[in-house]
């Protein structure tokens, strides 16, 4: 699990395409393993897809896109920039248990706005 101080760290040096808006460190982390779940390519994929709002539904809450951004600067195998991430276009759908432990997780009503359609796979 990512640190309060690791994140810290991350907004401190990851440079943003908006203003910063960050509501709580859990955001970062719920985007980290979201994130964290799909497949990587070589190089960031050109197609565009609302990555923030399909975060949001999984993990039930509201991530804003510099949240996703920092996230994606934390990850050791993650390039590119937002929304323009190296990830398959055939996106995962990460296991719950990765919301495990995250206390913002599904605290909001996005999870209910979920489209399964979204992804070609489910983890494990």
Known sequence: MLTDEQ???????TPHTLDAHH????????AYEW??????????NTKFRPLKH??????GRYVSQTDVEVAAAMHPGIIGK???????SRMVRPNDRRLAGIGEALTQGYRDRINETTYAVTED
């Open 82 to 88: 937002y929304p323009n991430f190296n990830i398959s």
């Open 23 to 30: 509501e709580h460190n859990d955001c970062i982390r719920l």
């Open 7 to 13: 994140i810290e760290a991350a907004k401190r040096s």
């Open 35 to 44: 994130l964290d779940a799909q497949k990587l390519l070589r190089a960031p």
């Open 54 to 59: 399909i975060i949001e539904k999984w993990a």
